[in-house]
């Protein structure tokens, strides 16, 4: 099951003994960042926002800023508002889109919209037009319905402020993974370490430094042979320090994409614990090869 964003927790029933009839695995998946955006207000720590897709990150650093509540986000919510240089809470709907919500809080000079979600979870939205590579000139963010509504009736108070923390770049990324054969253990917490972990130092080098892209590493269960993920968007130029679990049932694979310019995909691999490596993206090419993450080219007839 691949939940992304959609769910806060799963749950597992241990099992009292290993499995002897049958045959079953169970994997638990992580990739972990520096949080992206970051809201605080004097009372509360919203720790479920998500940064949205298409929009201008904030400069890297903490703000204070002043807190409106702006109702649906349609235009005529800001008609008697002074949102100007402060963050605007909006709720999602469906008479106003993600974009027109956009607008309205850039015409009405708002430095950051915080979308209050209308379904369960939180979910990646775009709020640029449709395959657009130009983000529009907002930070956006978007909270679940739980934790948004409760900024709500904080941004209603008089003299209303949030602290806002920025990281348009995480300098590093977990990717780890844990599987369990035929068996469901109580305790299932693992310590990363250098028992367990290993360090790989990437490069992105994005041919168009305003391109923007993105990134993933697929984990490769030892039961399945298709990869399991889907690609994030992440920024494709500068440097990151990856660590990745090692051992255990799977293996990995690296793609990553420029916008309209360049998709690579890298080999399975698997890692040795406390080792360190590097990987370089969208560098000039110097041996061409087939690797193993794609079914190799055929050819029917005249077609290759």
Not at 73 to 102: F, P
Not at 113 to 125: E, H, W, Y
Not at 137 to 153: A, F, M, N, Q
Not at 211 to 223: L, M
């Amino acid at each position: 099951m691949e939940t992304q964003t959609n769910y806060d927790s799963l749950w597992a029933q241990p099992t009292t003994h290993k499995v002897t009839h049958g045959d079953f695995y169970l994997a638990a998946r992580w990739r972990k960042e520096q949080p992206a955006l970051a809201v605080a207000t004097k009372t509360t720590d919203f720790t479920d926002v998500l940064r949205q897709n298409g929009v201008t990150p904030l400069p890297k650093g903490s703000a204070k800023l002043p807190l409106v509540f702006a109702g649906q986000g349609a235009s005529t919510d800001y008609a008697h508002l002074d949102a100007h240089g402060k963050a605007v809470v909006v709720r999602r709907n469906d008479d106003v889109s993600d974009m027109d919500q956009a607008a309205a809080a850039i015409a009405a000079g708002a430095k950051l919209m915080l979308v209050v979600n209308n379904v369960d979870g939180r979910g990646f939205r775009s709020y640029n037009k449709p395959f657009s590579s130009t983000p529009v000139r907002l930070d956006v963010g978007l909270l679940s319905t739980d934790e948004g509504e409760k900024l709500v009736r904080q941004a209603q108070a008089r003299g209303a402020s949030v602290t806002v923390g920025s990281a348009p770049v995480s300098p590093y990324v977990y990717d780890l993974d844990r599987t369990w054969h035929n068996e469901i253990p109580s305790h299932m917490v693992v310590q990363g370490s250098s028992k367990n972990l290993a360090r790989v130092d990437e490069t992105f080098d994005s041919p168009a430094p305003g391109s923007t892209g993105g990134e993933f590493r697929f984990d490769w269960p030892t039961y399945n042979n298709w990869a399991i993920g889907e690609m994030m968007p992440e920024p494709v130029r500068g440097k990151r320090t990856d660590w990745v679990s090692t051992g255990g049932f799977n293996s990995w694979s690296q793609s990553a994409y420029a916008d309209g310019l360049v998709f690579e995909a890298g080999p399975k691999t698997s890692y040795r614990a406390g080792s360190t490596q590097s990987e370089e993206w969208f560098k000039p090419i110097e041996r061409p090869y087939l690797n193993d993450v794609y079914s190799m080219p055929t050819r029917k007839g005249d077609h290759l």
